[in-house]
Nanobody, 126 residues
Framework: QLQLVQSGGGLVQPGGTLRLSCAAS??????????VGWFREAPGKEREGIAC????????EYKDSVKGRFTVSRDNAKNTVYLQIVSLEPEDTAIYYC?????????????????WGRGTQVTVSS
């Protein structure tokens, strides 16, 4: 059973940078086999998909609203996928989740993913 352990959230001032981690364990394949999506759930709002990376070639996709500030990367040696966020804004305050699936491609649809991390809180405030 694939497990995703998240870390890296916290309180950050506007304009700051964070790197969120999503470490995979327990699966029969390495993390680069899986598509990994990143989602966030802001207070009072629905969970939204914001970025993803495909298994294999590692093609990344981003929601238009986060392009240029969010970057997904993968470290196969550490079996970990990262989401780096720069120029943080108060509107980025949310619980951030990673999710994984063995299917081809990747998507911003939460229902597509079989395995989920527990989430990590990101708060952007001065």
């Amino acid at each position: 059973q694939l497990q995703l352990v998240q870390s890296g959230g916290g309180l950050v001032q506007p304009g700051g940078t964070l790197r969120l981690s999503c470490a995979a364990s327990g699966g029969t394949k390495a993390v680069d086999y899986y598509a990994v999506g990143w989602f966030r759930e802001a207070p009072g709002k629905e969970r939204e998909g914001i970025a993803c990376i495909t298994g294999g070639e590692g093609v990344t996709e981003y929601k238009d609203s986060v392009k240029g500030r969010f970057t997904v990367s993968r470290d196969n040696a550490k079996n970990t996928v990262y989401l780096q966020i720069v120029s943080l804004e108060p509107e980025d305050t949310a619980i951030y989740y990673c999710a994984a699936d063995a299917a081809v491609g990747c998507t911003f649809e939460a229902s597509w993913y079989a395995s989920w991390g527990r989430g990590t809180q990101v708060t952007v405030s001065s």
